[in-house]
């Protein structure tokens, strides 16, 4: 079966090597005997007719505000692709352009299209380290955070998850990320799926299950990943 995989800026968003998440997904997909297509999107770009799964990356602030029309321009076929439950990824820089907005330290005000309810103010330190969050849906992730936002979540918006380590959405109130039905957005990069394949086959389960395929993805003996993860549980922040 193809399956659609939406890689959203993947120029401008792509400071931290997050096209590893993209590169995950499509082995993983492989591996199970789907035929996976990647559709780059860029600024100027249309989504595909058909879209399974959009992943998007972090950038500079400066890059947010080069994409920032087309970010608005995209925005009511980001929202219905949400109601319409795509499973989305977007880390970082992403994350804050499908917030409401974001204050750069500069105090340049960037607008965003409100999947999250969240605002960011970027701050005077950059929050930079390896970081652990426990969520109810995906266990324990381990990721790398670097950003100067800190991000508020609204009165209703769900966390991704809460801190372990490290400091998340703003290093005081313990949560990290936020979840707004299939979509995602978090500060962990690594990128964050190689490391948390628990993740990477949920995504893929939610974009089977909407197309009505079942979702049961047969396990993956990963002795690597294993080790990765057990070192990255006790790796200091």
């Not at 800026?9 to 997904?25: H, V």
């Not at 770009?45 to 608005?72: C, K, N, R, W, Y």
Request: aromatic content about 6%.
């Amino acid at each position: 079966m193809t399956l659609h995989l939406v890689h959203l800026y993947p120029d401008e968003m792509n400071t931290y090597g997050d096209r590893g998440n993209r590169l995950t997904l499509l082995q993983r997909a492989r591996w199970r005997g789907l035929d996976p297509v990647v559709h780059f999107v860029g600024i100027g770009d249309d989504f595909p007719e058909e879209t399974d799964l959009v992943l998007g990356g972090g950038g500079q602030d400066s890059a947010q505000a080069d994409i920032q029309a087309d970010v608005l321009r995209k925005g009511d076929r980001l929202h219905q692709l949400v109601r319409d439950g795509v499973p989305m990824l977007m880390v970082c820089g992403t994350y804050q352009l499908l917030g409401r907005r974001f204050r750069t330290h500069e105090g340049e005000e960037i607008a965003g299209i409100g999947v999250f309810d969240v605002e960011t103010i970027g701050g005077d330190r950059r929050l930079i380290g390896n970081a652990a969050v426990q969520t109810e849906a995906f266990g324990t992730l381990y990721g790398f955070e670097n950003h100067s936002g800190r991000t508020r979540l609204g009165a209703d918006q769900q966390p991704l998850g809460r801190v372990l380590r490290g400091n998340g959405n703003n290093g005081e109130d313990g949560t990290e990320g936020a979840r707004t039905g299939n979509a995602i957005g978090t500060y962990l990069h690594g990128p964050l799926l190689p490391a948390n394949p628990v993740l990477a086959d949920a995504l893929l389960s939610l974009a089977l299950a909407r197309r009505g395929e079942p979702a049961q993805l047969e396990p993956i003996d990963e002795p690597l990943v294993e080790r990765s993860r057990a070192e990255a549980a006790t790796r200091a922040y």
